[in-house]
């Protein structure tokens, strides 16, 4: 686990150092944190692509299918300590 912490250290004070996390920083981070249950961490760096125009590889795209089910129960379960039991889950 310390060294999963310390890449996602490295991953956010990339910027600090002058260069940004590219896909293949992306992908080895995700796939790291998914085959370790981190689905919270998964979804901040997925978030970060997101708002910084981060295309997913062919890889990633892999590895989040294998892991899609625990992504989806995960965001399930924050919307019901968000808004209640009585949302209904993502399909």
């Known amino acids: 686990a310390g060294r999963i912490d310390t890449a996602?250290?490295?991953f956010y004070s990339m910027p600090n150092y002058g260069v940004s996390p590219n896909t293949i920083?992306?992908?080895?981070?995700?796939?790291?944190?998914?085959?370790?249950?981190?689905?919270?961490?998964?979804?901040?760096?997925l978030r970060?692509?997101?708002?910084?125009?981060v295309a997913p590889s062919e890889v990633m795209y892999t590895s989040l299918m294998t892991?899609?089910?625990?992504l989806v129960q995960f965001e399930n379960e924050q919307r019901n300590i968000r808004f209640g039991s009585d949302v209904s889950?993502?399909?």
């Not at 920083?25 to 760096?45: H, I, K, M, P």
């Not at 892991?67 to 625990?70: T, V």
């Open 89 to 91: 889950p993502l399909p």
């Open 48 to 53: 970060y692509m997101k708002k910084h125009r």
């Open 25 to 45: 920083t992306c992908g080895c981070l995700t796939d790291c944190l998914l085959r370790n249950g981190r689905t919270s961490e998964t979804l901040d760096v």
């Open 67 to 70: 892991s899609a089910s625990k």
């Open 8 to 10: 996602i250290k490295l």
